[in-house]
């Protein structure tokens, strides 16, 4: 069974600062991994969104790197803001596409100190 | 601007009523999903649909749980009869293929 593991489980970091957020897993064979952000009582918000082929991702202040034979994936932010304040969750789609489901991790809680 | 829509946003009820949960898939997507968010579990899969047929409601308990889609613009998640360990807050998402999914924003259920 697929597990997905995000670390920190929190993090806050003054305002401006690059960080850097993971995600490993267990099971390689993913045909794709998605980066959300979910706001307080929010739905999620697709940030990224990388083929297994793929290595990384990028949009505007945030990269997303794929390593599916270690079984790992990092969310880079850049020039950290307060908007960015929210937790993000890493989710992975097995092999075969299809119709299956995402497998969460629990999520980085980030909060961005102004 | 295609949003998945889920009705309600918020329910209270308590122990043993049947609840329903109402999800409209962004006109076009052929795949609608169920999830559930607890702190405890984080977001858990209970069902999924393509062209409106059950692929998968592995992660559902059988007995109390039942998802269908009556038509592509509908799909609806119950609940009977409900208990406290299902507060949750329980997410609808639909997809145009297997690649991406599309949030809605969420029905909170609160079982006293």
């Known amino acids: 069974k697929q597990e997905v593991t995000q670390i920190p489980a929190a993090l806050s970091v003054p305002e401006g600062e690059n960080l850097v957020l993971n995600c490993s897993f267990t099971?390689?064979?993913?045909?794709?991994l998605q980066w959300f952000r979910q706001d307080p009582g929010k739905g999620l918000t697709s940030l990224l969104l990388i083929q297994s082929s793929q290595r990384e991702q990028t949009s505007g202040r945030l990269n997303a790197s794929l390593d599916k034979s270690s079984g790992r994936s990092t969310l880079y932010i850049a020039a950290s803001q307060p908007g960015d304040s929210a937790t993000y969750l890493c989710a992975v789609r097995p092999r075969g596409g299809g119709a299956d489901g995402l497998t969460f991790g629990k999520g980085t809680h980030l909060i961005i100190q102004p | 601007d295609a949003r998945v829509t889920q009705t309600p946003r918020h329910k209270v009820t308590e122990m043993g009523q049947e609840v329903t949960m109402r999800c409209q898939p962004i006109l076009g997507h052929n795949t609608v999903f169920w999830y559930r968010q607890t702190m405890m579990q984080g977001l858990e899969l209970l069902a999924y649909f393509r062209n409106r047929a059950p692929l998968d409601d592995s992660g559902m308990p059988k007995d109390r749980f039942s998802a269908e889609m009556p038509d592509a613009t509908l799909a609806t998640l119950k609940i009977q009869p409900s208990e406290p360990r299902d507060s949750a807050v329980y997410f609808c998402?639909?997809?145009?293929?297997?690649?991406?999914?599309?949030f809605g924003p969420g029905t909170r259920l609160t079982v006293t």
């Open positions: 099971d390689s064979a993913i045909y794709n």
């Open positions: 998402a639909s997809g145009p293929s297997s690649y991406e999914q599309y």
